[in-house]
């Protein structure tokens, strides 16, 4: 039987050779064990990567930093599919260690 999580994974964006910022997407992950969640969770991070070219003509290059968290959700009812974004909050370097600690609850 397969049931609901929510992972939470931090991306860097690097645009150009000088830019970087980050981002924590909130994704649905729906897996049979807390194990199966969590390869699945990396799985998404791992794939997710990839590169383009902006408008400016710079090279944008998305990277997983890593999974913050892996969750089951309350209720197995959902709606959407495996890899769904649900939520994504952009980050500045400078706020990612206090976001990391908040995320964690360290």
Do not use: K
């Not at 970087?20 to 969770?41: F, H, K, L, M």
């Not at 997710?48 to 309350?74: I, K, M, S």
């Not at 952009?90 to 206090?98: C, K, V």
Request: proline content about 2%; overall charge negative.
């Amino acid at each position: 039987m397969s049931r609901v999580y929510g992972a939470a994974v931090l991306f860097r964006i690097e645009v150009g050779e000088n830019q970087r910022r980050y981002e924590i997407q909130i994704i649905v992950i729906g897996a049979g064990t807390d194990e199966e969640a969590e390869t699945r969770a990396n799985d998404y991070a791992t794939a997710a990567r990839h590169t383009y070219t902006n408008d400016e003509g710079q090279t944008v290059n998305w990277c997983a930093e890593e999974v913050l968290f892996v969750t089951e959700a309350p209720s197995d009812r959902v709606d959407l599919e495996h890899g769904t974004e649900v939520f994504s909050w952009p980050l500045q370097e400078i706020d990612l260690e206090a976001a990391r600690r908040m995320i964690r609850g360290t």
